[in-house]
C-alpha cells in the first residue's frame, strides 16, 4: 500500500508565503511524475505545478514566478513553495504521484487528501 500525506497548509495573509509537503510511503518501486493540484469552492481542480523524476517542472500560468515545486527522491518527497500569496489561491491542494510497485508490477496514480489553504485580503 502506497500513501500520500500532505503537510504545511493554513491561514496566511496575502502576500505571504506557505509551504506544502507531501510524503510519500509504502513499498514503492518507483515514482515518476509528481505534481500538485487545487480545488477552490465552485470550480473544477486544476493543476498547479508538476514536477517529472529528472526535475524538470511545469506551471499554470496564475502561478508562474510565484510558486516552485520540487522533490527529494531519496525521501519520496515532493514539496510546493508558495510566495506572494492572493486571496484566489484560497483551495483545498492535493499531491499526486504516478507510482510504481512490483509482484506484480503495477503503475497507477496516487492521491493525498487533501490539504487547506487559505489566503486572507
Known amino acids: 500500500q502506497v500513501q500520500l500525506v500532505e503537510s504545511g497548509g493554513g491561514l496566511v495573509q496575502a502576500g505571504g508565503s506557505l509551504r506544502l509537503s507531501c510524503a510519500a510511503s509504502g513499498s514503492i518501486f518507483s515514482i515518476d511524475a509528481m505534481d500538485w493540484s487545487r480545488q477552490a469552492p465552485g470550480k473544477q481542480r486544476e493543476l498547479v505545478a508538476r514536477?517529472?523524476?529528472?526535475?524538470?517542472?511545469n506551471y499554470a500560468d496564475s502561478v508562474k514566478g510565484r510558486f516552485t515545486i520540487s522533490r527529494d527522491n531519496a525521501k519520496d518527497t515532493v514539496s510546493l513553495q508558495m510566495n506572494s500569496l492572493k486571496p484566489e489561491d484560497t483551495a483545498v491542494y492535493y499531491c499526486?504521484?504516478?507510482?510504481?510497485?512490483?509482484?506484480?508490477?503495477?503503475?497507477?496514480?496516487?492521491w493525498g487528501q487533501g490539504i487547506q489553504v487559505t489566503v486572507s485580503s
Open positions: 514536477i517529472t523524476s529528472d526535475g524538470s517542472t
Open positions: 499526486r504521484g504516478d507510482i510504481t510497485i512490483m509482484n506484480p508490477r503495477l503503475q497507477y496514480q496516487s
